[in-house]
């Protein structure tokens, strides 16, 4: 099995309590909600590495803008 840091723990609790998937914002809400300060890029290399793990999916969205 794949061992997973305390930090990495904190991310996939907060994607349990969500029903098992949230979008990136709802993350860092709720991060913050708990007094947590990791900063967006922290988040992303944490997420990146329970995937590389297997752990979870990530999903990337485009967004258009309207010109």
Not at 44 to 53: C, E, G, H, V, Y
Request: glycine share 6%; aromatic share 6%.
């Amino acid at each position: 099995a794949q061992q997973v840091s305390d930090s990495e723990l904190t991310l996939m609790k907060i994607l349990w309590s969500a029903g098992g998937s949230a979008k990136y914002a709802a993350i860092m809400e709720e991060l913050a909600k708990s007094g947590n300060t990791w900063q967006k890029n922290t988040v992303i290399t944490l997420l990146s590495r329970l995937a590389d793990k297997g752990m979870l999916k990530t999903r990337r969205y485009i967004e258009t803008h309207n010109r």
